[in-house]
């Protein structure tokens, strides 16, 4: 099983930018299906962003299109979730997640394995 460790978080201003990154150890990087979902206060947790294994297809959630981009550095470990235009509606705990091999990532039932989660606080 892939452990998996989110940093990157903290306190920006509305319209700034952010870059978390997610730090996989164990099992083959590659195998994975990575992605990233976050959880606002007394909300559910939501998909944001999912890239593929060979990283060649993305997906977003419409309200991060155009200004989140998901990448990842397979010679890292890492995969990568660039946040532009932060808006105070963004403030939520960021999770890394993976999906082992095959399928889609792009809800809480497709995820094999979570991070613990990086706190993101976009202030207006």
């Known amino acids: 099983q892939v452990q998996l460790v989110e940093s990157g978080g903290g306190l920006v201003q509305a319209g700034g930018s952010l870059r978390l990154s997610c730090a996989a150890s164990?099992?083959?990087?590659?195998?994975?299906?990575m992605g990233w979902f976050r959880q606002a206060p007394g909300e559910e947790r939501e998909f944001v962003a999912s890239?593929?294994?060979?990283?060649?297809?993305?997906y977003y959630a419409d309200s991060v299109k155009g200004r989140f981009t998901i990448s990842r550095d397979d010679a890292k470990n890492t995969v990568y979730l660039q946040m532009n235009s932060l808006s105070p509606e963004d403030t939520a705990v960021y999770y890394c997640?993976?999906?082992?091999?095959?399928?889609?990532?792009?809800?809480?039932?497709?995820?094999?394995?979570w991070g613990q989660g990086t706190q993101v606080t976009v202030s207006s």
């Open positions: 164990g099992r083959a990087f590659s195998g994975y299906i």
């Open positions: 997640a993976a999906r082992y091999l095959y399928g889609d990532l792009r809800s809480l039932e497709d995820v094999n394995r």
């Open positions: 890239i593929s294994r060979s990283g060649a297809s993305t």
